[in-house]
């Protein structure tokens, strides 16, 4: 009983410690660029500002590019993680453990490493150099970002689809066999469809950072490739437009929830999603 | 003769890493029988039962199908459906497209498929339920709904692995009634895998006893019952005192320190044999008539009867019978000389 | 039968693709700074100008960050992993989507908030101020950088947690109860015991993140508070040093490794600490 | 007498979201019994159980224990332990410190907990297995070990919420003898919850029936089972004909259209009843002897019998029988006095 009426104001204050940051970014998003918070005035101008041509297209890239790297890595990874899940559980787990180191480093680090590859000095340059051709500009344009974004994301899209599949159970694919389905027939009709929940989990877990990353594109796409999260940080960091900033955030978040009740309408079976959490 | 059978196992041994779970299993399926495979976890009942779907290859031997060797042909050619132990229905279909699954593989035309499958509900008597989902039943319904799904392919044989075990007593006994009915109804042979012995003895034609992959005794449920051919069938169906004795020539058997009278012969002089007595054989008398004499140990109400063990100074005897006796009184047992079964004695491993 | 002959080379390929990256990375930190792969030399220098005290001391300040960050959201968060397990489920889902909600939002966007909070112009110095006192300098010291680490990285500790503990079987509590055990006897003898394998999760999800961000402290600490992240991005970004950029990676990822063996040594209960992935 | 009461239930009734799942049950309990709660899933025997170890609080009533009230008070605080239907042994600890758990809570000096754990496992016959981790326990071993558990800390009560449910047949059996031996050995007392009719009649001293809340009947084994108070009970204890019929004076009853003997009296005349005759005690004849006669529709081999379904032209009769009868021989039936067993009706909800 004691415990009960000290854990509510706890959990109201975290929730507080939680939320208060969102709010704030609310009401900077609202109101105009006074440079002072007294000087505060609602004001629509900074999302009015957001609809120029220039801006909507860097939404427009950014969704793009997150939509492609999804759509990829869900193509690469899904047969990565059916056959990981075929094998025998001591194998399996190695190959896991694989594909999860990377995943333990820093996200920054793992970019970088794709630089010394990419890079004028790269390995790849080194060897086409050495074939005596010019040297390859393979940075700064969109092939290199995707690239970028695929192998970062891709343990993201393959664990949660693995992790479904190694719970079907077996005797439902021998159903499907005895019931006169061939293999691909089984595919399609059994194992597809059950896996459903970890392709929407890793859906939203590739999608959304996808959409918001900053540091993959600064550094494969080059300084003068902008995308949605570099537009953010441009005009935190060195406009120090807070109030436009912030309005951007927003459109950014709403976006995010947009993509995930669509996604979640798919996800009729709650539990397997859940899994992930 | 041989065209009268629809399956027919021959030698088959099945090896997982070296251990050997099956050895040189031979059976044969008549048409339209209900056939059961009984034993203990671990006896190779399931194996078997997988290795005739064609979901696991023997190590050796052959499984021929209405003369066929079918031995490599996948489960999905097989004319053979599964109700699994479990039922595996499909989470992500209703009823009708749990049922339907094998009929839309097969690509037959849309009305057909409906009017199949709203026959076989009305079977399994589960009009109406078409478009609810799995796991809005109980499990006795989708236990129907599994066999739903098996029968409306028409197979030959319908192989049912322990459909059962997942419900519970009262709805496993009205089952029991409910799937011998079907059988004898829709008129397919049924192979059946159980290791409860009052359920294989209901609902049987046949009965095949296993023990360690090998197959102790086949027989109908009453020469199972009556004629078990060794301790271990004795001991599995149905409760039983065992006694060592030795066949003086045939229909004269001594045991527990008397001769007695029996109807069984063809052993050789003074063999070692065993005998068996079912609890409710042994008829209680005044001390002074019983061929044997006891002091009774514990008394227990089982419904039917009681349950009285006896101890004649060397071994308990466990008898049931409908008079209650209190413990210590001294009571006399007779057994009627059909009541005596005498086996081979078998060295266990 | 087919299928597994073209599922290996997949597997090599992507293995490949994934390992390939690491590789460069420690192929960089053990050769010499030469400018051009082609005068590649075999060198332990750029570890040994590691061994720095200016550069350890970012190794210690970092760790240290990381593992009070760690501490303090393990603090906090287990009381608010078992408040919300001891709900009812439909009051559960909300409280957890309370905390998942940032999660959704861009790391940086976090942070960001956390600028708008702080910052020179921020609310709390909105309100000194309008009390009549001088502007505090909130931003740029180990407090701020603490408190956007922890805000960043709380959800990750609650969630493993969280998981863990609405798993165990209620008749275990029950059962002790019966056996005599009051709550904190509970507590200390099943519920905490039964709850390891998920802090463990959470102190891997935040220590690891923790100890090698770079935002954070950059955003929050102000461009002279450096942090081993820091370092690394410094290195690789406007020094262009990439074979100490590499040599510092790999033991950051060195460090990361141990961490982790000595966590998965109390991690006897692999199920439930493998239950995130 | 009151004083020989361990524990007295006193009109308790139990509410879920206002759904009454227990109303108003009475039930006292002696010290040293083996009192068992029966009935199926949903009747509520668990939640009394659950009333009586503490887990639950009573909507309304009172739980008096050796004559205090202890409604209130928490678990922790009754000297009443129980067996969890799941075991709920600690998987964090091995044998010896679940078995422990108790004990270390009472901070008891270390020398006589071990002295006290060796001693449960050797009376749960698990000798040696101090170091064993919980997983690696079969089924059984763990039941084992929650019963030392709970009787490590010597309680005057033991709950046991069907503590065999998760066994196979086989062992089952075991158990309940081992069980019912370890009762009398350590002479304290059990109250048992089942929905397994013949593990209620076998171990128990006293068998509560329980249907929707409400106790049925409250009796010896033999009671119960020879004497049902009403259809509920006769249908749920054992296998039963049950028949409408009207009593016409004390020992004389009518039903099927004939006119019996009974050892029944107490009723109003020309009462409507139901009279109860179990399978086994229909005796078959020569259709000239018998006073009901019917033809035999289906015979189904038992083992220990057959089971006779006969039609009489207006109902089926179920007879247990050793002797075998084809199916469509005509035969009579004949029913002892004392095998009537005539019930006041009572219309279900």
Same mark, same amino acid.
């Given at each position: ?71 990829? +890595? ?22 896991? /453990? ?5 995943? $333990? ?5 793992? +970019?970088?490493? $794709? ?20 040297? #390859? ?9 995707? #690239? ?7 343990? /993201?899209?393959? #664990? ?27 595919? +399609? ?23 918001? +990353? ?21 005009? /935190?960091?060195?406009?120090?437009? $807070? ?13 995010? #929830? ?7 309408? /798919? ?9 992930? $959490? | ?29 008549? &048409? ?27 190590? !050796?031997?052959?499984?021929?199908? @209405? ?44 009305? !057909? ?113 009556? @004629? ?6 004795? &001991? ?34 003074? @063999? ?7 609890? !409710? ?7 002074? @008539? ?6 009774? &140990? ?52």
């Amino acid at each position: 009983m004691k415990m009960k009426a000290l854990s509510y104001p706890y959990i109201v204050w975290i929730a507080i410690f939680i939320v208060v940051p969102l709010v704030l970014v609310f009401l900077y998003a609202i109101t105009a660029n006074g440079g002072n918070l007294t000087d505060a005035r609602v004001t629509l101008d900074n999302f009015r500002k957001f609809m120029d041509p220039k801006y909507l297209d860097v939404l427009w890239i950014s969704v793009k590019l997150a939509l492609q790297s999804t759509v990829i +890595t869900l193509v690469v990874g899904y047969p990565i993680a059916m056959i990981i899940a075929k094998e025998k559980p001591s194998k399996r787990n190695i190959m896991i /453990f694989l594909f999860v180191i990377p995943m $333990w480093m820093n996200f920054l680090l793992r +970019t970088y490493a $794709w630089l010394t590859l990419l890079g004028k000095n790269g390995v790849i340059n080194f060897i086409v150099t050495s074939l005596g051709f010019k040297p #390859l500009d393979l940075l700064y344009h969109d092939g290199a970002v995707l #690239l970028g974004m695929v192998y970062n994301f891709l343990p /993201f899209m393959v #664990l949660p689809i693995y992790s479904v599949l190694v719970k079907i159970d077996k005797s439902l694919i021998e159903a499907a066999e005895d019931l006169g389905a061939n293999k691909f027939q089984i595919f +399609t009709k059994i194992t597809m469809p059950l896996s459903i929940p970890g392709v929407i989990t890793g859906i939203t877990m590739v999608f959304m950072p996808a959409v918001s +990353t900053f540091v993959i594109s600064r550094l494969l796409g080059g300084g003068q490739y902008m995308l949605i999260g570099n537009l953010i940080e441009q005009q /935190f960091l060195w406009v120090g437009d $807070w109030h436009f900033g912030s309005a951007i955030s927003i459109i950014m978040m709403i976006f995010i #929830l947009i993509t995930m009740a669509l996604t979640s309408k /798919f996800d009729s079976e709650k539990e397997g999603s859940r899994g992930l $959490w | 003769m041989e065209n009268n059978y629809i399956i027919d196992l021959k030698s088959i041994s099945k090896e997982y890493d070296g251990v050997r779970v099956l050895d040189n299993i031979n059976l044969y399926v008549r &048409k339209n029988e209900f056939i059961t495979l009984l034993g203990p976890s671990g006896c190779g009942k399931t194996t078997t039962l997988r290795i005739i779907g064609g979901f696991e290859q023997p190590t !050796e031997g052959r499984v021929i199908f @209405e003369g066929k060797d079918i031995t490599n042909v996948p489960p999905y050619k097989r004319q053979i459906n599964t109700v699994f132990q479990k039922y595996a229905l499909f989470p992500h279909m209703n009823v009708f497209e749990n049922i339907a699954f094998g009929l839309k593989i097969k690509k037959l035309p849309k009305n !057909e498929i409906e009017k199949r499958v709203k026959e076989m509900l009305r079977l399994v008597n589960l009009q109406g339920f078409e478009n609810r989902s799995i796991q809005s039943l109980s499990g006795g319904q989708q236990q129907r709904v599994a066999i739903a799904r098996a029968l409306v392919n028409e197979p030959k044989v319908l192989l049912l692995d322990e459909p059962l075990g997942a419900l519970d007593l009262k709805l496993r006994k009205e089952m029991q009634t409910e799937l011998k009915n079907m059988q004898q109804r829709v008129g397919i042979t049924f192979i059946y895998v159980t290791h409860d012995q009052e359920e294989a003895l209901t609902m049987s034609d046949t009965v095949v006893v296993m023990d360690k992959g090998v197959i102790q005794q086949i027989g109908t449920p009453e020469d199972i019952y009556n @004629e078990p051919k060794n301790a271990f069938v004795a &001991k599995f169906i149905g409760e039983s005192n065992i006694i060592d004795g030795i066949m003086h020539e045939d229909f004269v058997v001594e045991f527990a320190g008397e001769v007695f009278k029996c109807i069984d012969k063809g052993f050789s002089k003074k @063999e070692t044999i065993e005998v068996v007595i079912r609890p !409710e054989d042994l008829e209680i008398t005044i001390p002074e @008539e019983g061929k044997l004499k006891g002091i009774v &140990k514990s008394v227990t109400f089982k419904g039917v009867h009681y349950e009285i063990i006896v101890n004649d100074g060397n071994r308990d005897w466990k008898i049931h019978s409908t008079i209650m006796k209190p413990v210590g009184t001294e009571i006399g047992m007779n057994i009627a000389p059909e009541n005596i079964h005498v086996m081979k004695k078998v060295n266990e491993k």
